[in-house]
Nanobody, 117 residues
Framework: QVQLVESGGGSVQVGGSLRLSCAAS????????MAWYRQPPGNQRELVAS???????NYADSVKGRFTISRDNAKNTMYLQMNSLKPEDTAVYYC???????????WGQGTQVTVSS
């Protein structure tokens, strides 16, 4: 059974930094694209950043220049370095992975990030 476990969320003041991690386990198939999504209070889930197995990245305009996504394929782990955090970054952050030949989608349980002024 595939499991994605996020860690690293918490509370931080405006301008601060956090690093999220997402560890994938339970699959013998290749992990294709990994991504971070977030869901602010009262809003829909949105894509924050994604990274392919080859390292190609994509970012939402709202986080470009502040967030950096990376992954360690040997450890099946993805990271999100978040700098210069703003109150509007407050959300539950979810890890997503597309795994295997048919790119089956899996989600983590989410981790709360709260940015206060």
């Amino acid at each position: 059974q595939v499991q994605l476990v996020e860690s690293g969320g918490g509370s931080v003041q405006v301008g601060g930094s956090l690093r999220l991690s997402c560890a994938a386990s339970g699959s013998s198939f290749s992990i294709n694209v990994m991504a971070w999504y977030r869901q602010p209070p009262g809003n829909q889930r949105e894509l924050v950043a994604s990274i392919t197995s080859g390292g190609s990245t994509n970012y939402a305009d709202s986080v470009k220049g502040r967030f950096t996504i990376s992954r360690d394929n040997a450890k099946n782990t993805m990271y999100l370095q978040m700098n210069s955090l703003k109150p509007e970054d407050t959300a539950v952050y979810y890890c997503n992975a597309l795994i295997g030949r048919f790119s089956n989608s899996y989600w983590g349980q989410g981790t709360q990030v709260t940015v206060s002024s």
